[in-house]
């Protein structure tokens, strides 16, 4: 059974950073894609980032150039480094294996003006 857990989130000022962690359990993660998705309060889930198992990485437009997403194998735990955050940024950030229906419980972000 595989399960995601993330971790990282909370409130910063427009302009900051965070890092949003994903702690997987299970088999073959080092096999697996893992992607970042988030939704924000009123709006449909999005796509922000995917890594593949062999490490290349797509974003949303809406983040390109400011996220940054990379994966640790041997930790079994992918990162989403967000900078230059926005207030639209706001969201529940889930880490997700899209291609088996799993989602994490979600971390909040929350990015005041």
């Known amino acids: 059974q595989v399960q995601l857990v993330e971790s990282g989130g909370g409130l910063v000022q427009a302009g900051g950073s965070l890092r949003l962690s994903c702690a997987a359990s299970?088999?073959?993660?080092?096999?697996?894609?893992v992607g970042w998705d988030r939704q924000a309060p009123g709006k449909r889930r999005e796509q922000v980032a995917t890594?593949?198992?062999?490490?290349?990485?797509s974003y949303a437009n809406s983040v390109k150039g400011r996220f940054t997403i990379s994966r640790d194998n041997a930790k079994k735990t992918v990162y989403l480094q967000m900078n230059t955050l926005k207030p639209e940024d706001t969201a529940v950030y889930y880490c997700?294996?899209?291609?088996?229906?799993?989602w994490g419980q979600g971390t909040l972000v929350t990015v005041s003006s």
């Open positions: 997700t294996y899209r291609h088996l229906g799993v």
């Open positions: 890594i593949t198992s062999s490490g290349s990485t």
């Open positions: 299970g088999s073959a993660f080092n096999l697996r894609p």
